[in-house]
């Protein structure tokens, strides 16, 4: 991607990546990701963050192009992650009078990544503490654990531009034109879903500033009715559901719990034609969208078969990752198969009452092996009760 302007003097200098399969090794990025660096083109010349190794030559195409042959004199470094610090040495040994800025955290962990002390090349920052441009001014906010420990924000406070790391990130590229809440979600609650409480501090920072624009380490920035994002991001991380709605994740060895979730659904709609619900076959669709939309949804119907005197194992890798991102509050119903000693059921139930806050919907319905019309009658008791 060229250059583009963000403010007077303030430019993105970042890249695409749209031949990586799997951020993170384990996120399928259908649209790719962007990973975002800045410049600032002010009496000092500031660098906000590098790029992914994979792109090393494109962005320091662009960052030359901005430099016009001269110097930098610092680079932000926001967030560790090598998707963003991979090029920190090529920098600061290609530009020897240039500056990194860090959080106390970051020291040891640069020193960890490149073997290298910088230890006369580095400015280590407090909380609230400013370095000048010129006309304009950067303030540092710790963010540690959103997503790392390591991790602050970067206040410029002449054009109100929170650079703010991995927070409002988003998958997919600045090219496509999908929707930002669906893949800024499977972003956030994949990668940040833990830190809840993290987050809900640094929100509390941010409610003290006057801000015009927030630039994210992935994805677009965000110039206009900056409200719905800090609201969906207020809602996220205080694991409160966004939507009032059923979602009815299963997995099915042969197709009877399959049939058992399809003819819930169809039951919530005959009962009310205006609830949202959203089915998910765990064997097909990537896990991540399914946490994402356990995130979303207000109600979650779990349904899976007995497998090896446990959970088919789909599900239990599901839950598992509810357990890690802390999934809480949230109204829960479970379906089970067996066709002799089903057990799935209790154990699954058990499993996400060890999460905070989730309310069980009785009853819990057990498929015989095929859906029968006594199993027809359950999904429907079962569906007004989700409905009260
Ligand atoms: Fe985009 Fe936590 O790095």
């Known amino acids: 991607m060229d250059n583009y302007y963000i403010a007077e003097d303030v430019r993105y200098i970042g890249v695409d990546d749209t031949d990586l399969d799997l951020f993170e090794g384990q996120y399928p990025i259908p649209e790719g990701v962007t990973y975002n660096s800045y410049f600032i083109d002010d009496e000092k010349l500031a660098i906000l ?76 920052v407090k909380e609230a503490e400013e370095i000048s441009l010129g006309k304009r001014t950067l303030k540092f906010f710790m963010a540690p654990m959103v997503h790392w420990p390591e991790v602050m924000v970067t206040y410029e406070t002449f054009g109100g531009i929170l650079f703010a790391a991995d927070g409002f990130g988003k998958f997919g590229t600045n090219h496509t034109t999908e929707d930002w809440d669906d893949e800024a979600r499977r972003y956030y609650i994949n990668i940040c879903g833990k830190y809840g409480a993290s987050v809900q501090a640094l929100l509390k920072k941010a409610a003290t500033l006057k801000i015009n624009m927030i630039c994210p380490l992935h994805g677009p920035i965000l110039k206009t009715d900056l409200g719905h994002y800090i609201g969906l991001y207020d809602t996220w991380s205080k694991y409160q559901p966004e939507t009032n709605g059923v979602f009815i994740p299963y997995c099915s060895l042969h197709g009877n719990t399959e049939a058992a979730a399809l003819k819930l659904q169809e039951i919530l709609k005959s009962q009310d034609p205006n609830i949202p619900v959203k089915t998910c076959d765990l064997s097909r669709e990537h896990v991540s969208y399914a946490v994402s939309d356990a995130f979303r949804y207000s109600h979650i119907v779990f349904a899976a078969p007995t497998y090896d005197a446990g959970i088919m194992p789909l599900m239990d890798d599901f839950i598992h990752h509810l357990q890690s991102k802390a999934l809480q509050n949230r109204t829960f119903a479970v379906i089970e198969n067996g066709t002799w000693a089903p057990v799935a059921g209790k154990k699954m139930r058990e499993a996400i009452e060890s999460l905070k806050a989730m309310t069980f919907v009785e009853p819990m319905v057990t498929i015989e092996s095929t859906v029968k019309e006594s199993t027809v009658e359950k999904l429907k008791e079962l569906a007004v009760n989700l409905l009260k």
């Open 49 to 124: 963050d590098t790029v992914d190794a994979s792109k090393t030559n494109v962005w320091i195409d662009n960052l030359k192009t901005e430099l016009k042959g001269r110097q930098p004199d610092y680079l932000v470094v926001s967030h560790m992650e090598p998707d963003h610090s991979s090029n920190i040495k090529l920098l600061l040994d290609t530009y020897p009078q240039c500056k990194a800025i860090c959080s106390a955290k970051a020291v040891a962990m640069i020193k960890r990544f490149f073997d290298t002390d910088y230890s006369e090349r580095i400015i280590v």
